[in-house]
C-alpha cells in the first residue's frame, strides 16, 4: 500500500507561482509512474500532469502546458508541481497519485491508482 501527502498550497494572487510536494511511502517509489490531478468545485477530478518512472518523459494537460512543470526526485521519493502564471481557473484541490502499473502509463486518468488527500490551491484575480 503506498502512501501519499501532499504540501505547499496556498494563497497567490494571479500570475503568481507555488511549488507542491507529495511525499511517497509504501511502495517502491522509482519503479512506478507519477501525476498529479485537481478537482475544482462542480466539476470532474481531471489529469493535469504526469511523469514516468524515470523521469525522461512528461505529459501535461493542455491549458497548463508552458506554465506547470512535473518533476521527481526518487532519492527523496517525491514528486513536484511546479505552477507558474497562475489563473483563476487554476483554483482547485489538487491531489498526487501514482500509476496502477510498474513502469507504465501515466497519461491517461485511468493509469492511476491511488491518490493522496489533497492540497487547496486558491488563485485570486
Known amino acids: 500500500q503506498v502512501q501519499l501527502v501532499e504540501s505547499g498550497g496556498g494563497l497567490v494572487q494571479a500570475g503568481g507561482s507555488l511549488r507542491l510536494s507529495c511525499a511517497a511511502s509504501g511502495r517502491t517509489f522509482g519503479n512506478y509512474p507519477m501525476g498529479w490531478f485537481r478537482q475544482a468545485p462542480g466539476k470532474e477530478r481531471e489529469l493535469v500532469a504526469g511523469i514516468s518512472w524515470s523521469g525522461r518523459n512528461r505529459y501535461y494537460l493542455d491549458s497548463v502546458k508552458g506554465r506547470f512543470t512535473i518533476s521527481r526526485d526518487n532519492a527523496k521519493n517525491t514528486v513536484y508541481l511546479q505552477m507558474d502564471s497562475l489563473k483563476p481557473e487554476d483554483t482547485a484541490v489538487y491531489y498526487c497519485?501514482?500509476?496502477?502499473?510498474?513502469?507504465?502509463?501515466?497519461?491517461?486518468?485511468?493509469?492511476?491508482?491511488?491518490w493522496g488527500q489533497g492540497t487547496q490551491v486558491t488563485v485570486s484575480s
Open positions: 497519485a501514482v500509476a496502477k502499473f510498474y513502469r507504465g502509463s501515466y497519461s491517461r486518468p485511468t493509469d492511476f491508482g491511488s
